[in-house]
């Protein structure tokens, strides 16, 4: 058979296929963007991957070393002024604490003389009234 004598309705739909179905062009297109993207992140990743292998590196080998070494001195001064802190404030209580004792004596004191006052002048008011009835 003749290329003329097929059946018009699948010729016509092999040029419209051809002219409007798009997809195997767009499926070429799409896995094209895709591995461009794929192999460009990879290596991105990869080297972001190895800057932070080589920071983290530089840090353990010597980072840690350097900081131990630059805190110490500082260290030591803060725990200096804090245990100096420390044994003003344990002053300052154990004075205070001895100045409340001394406060609570000195209350109790004055309440026993006034009732030691209170007390010999009610016996000197008896001793009065007594004198007074003989």
Known sequence: MS???????????????????HRPFLKGEVEYFVKNFQDKRGDREIENIFAVLERVSELRDF??????????????????????????????????????VEQTLLVSREAREKELKDFSSHIQRRYLKIDEDR
Request: aromatic residues 6%; contains cysteine; charged residues 25%.
């Open 63 to 100: 980072g840690v070393d350097r900081l131990e070494g630059g805190i110490e001195t500082p260290c030591n001064n803060i725990r200096t002024n804090l245990q100096t802190a420390e044994s003003l404030v344990s002053e300052i209580l154990l004075h205070e604490d001895s100045k409340e």
């Open 3 to 21: 290329s003329g004598s097929r059946n018009p309705a699948a010729e016509a739909f092999k040029i419209w296929t051809r002219l409007f179905n």
